[in-house]
């Protein structure tokens, strides 16, 4: 049998040694820039939304700082709270005003706005103050019955002023007469409809929170009772 190598063995079984070595070269490089893949789906963790109040509105950790809830002045009243600023403070504070002048004097205890998270109840309608889109007046009377007739008739009034974005606990399930909350979410147009039309009414002489508007008059009452139907509904 002839053992001898001739050249052309040589040369041919080189060049296939060196294909091979550089096709298993290539795969080692290739392999070593294609993404890693999870150990587990589990190990893919989405961002963490943040958390909410009932109405959706982001809940803020603090007030006046690094937030988008600060103190704002009641302009008026001598009255303070933090709220949510820009529409929703237009909204509350038009509330507010309105309260003080025409149902009853607030007094500076008497008011409460933003709200640690920790002291609200989560999903519920209280945990809007935790968000600043909430405001309490006298926070001991949340039971039913602790308006007069015609305060109910004027606080009817300045909800219909409001257009339906503010709702009043006393007409929850769950009834909290202290309780006044926006009734929209952050992406409702309205909300910020309603902050420009009462902006622009405390710009306007005649116009706004305490001028003494006839409530007892029959477009404000069926107004005012159109929008309680369908918030109790």
């Known amino acids: 049998m002839n053992h001898r190598l001739t050249r052309r063995t040589v040369l041919r079984t ?6 091979a070595a550089a096709v298993t070269g290539a795969a080692a490089a290739a392999s ?4 890693t893949a999870p ?18 509105w982001t809940i803020q950790v603090n007030a006046d700082l690094d937030s988008q809830v600060w103190t704002r002045t009641v ?3 001598g009255l303070s709270v933090p709220v949510w600023i820009g ?15 025409e149902i009853e004097e607030i007094r500076p205890n008497d008011l409460v706005g933003w709200t640690p998270a920790k002291e ?13 889109t909430a405001v309490r007046i006298r926070p001991g009377a949340r039971a039913r019955g602790g308006f007069f007739p015609l305060q109910e008739l004027v606080l009817r009034d300045i909800l219909a002023d409001c257009e339906g974005m503010v709702r009043w606990g006393g007409d929850d399930r769950e009834v909290d007469e202290s309780l006044f909350y926006i009734a929209a979410g952050p992406l409702d147009e309205q ?19 305490g001028i003494g508007v006839d409530v007892l008059s029959r477009s404000r009452r069926t ?11």
């Open 87 to 101: 529409d929703v403070e237009a909204i509350l504070l038009h509330t507010i005003r309105r309260f003080h002048y």
């Open 120 to 132: 609200v109840r989560k999903h519920s309608p209280e945990s809007n103050l935790a968000s600043g």
């Open 75 to 77: 302009a008026g009243t």
């Open 191 to 209: 909300v910020k409809v309603i902050g420009d039309k009462l902006r622009g009414w405390e710009a306007s002489p005649g116009e706004g929170a």
């Open 223 to 233: 107004r005012a009772a159109d929008l309680a139907h369908r918030q109790r509904r």
């Open 32 to 35: 070593s820039v294609l993404p």
């Open 14 to 19: 080189a060049a296939v040694t060196g294909a």
């Open 39 to 56: 150990a587990s789906a589990r190990e893919v963790r989405k961002p963490k939304r943040p958390a909410t109040s009932q109405n959706g």
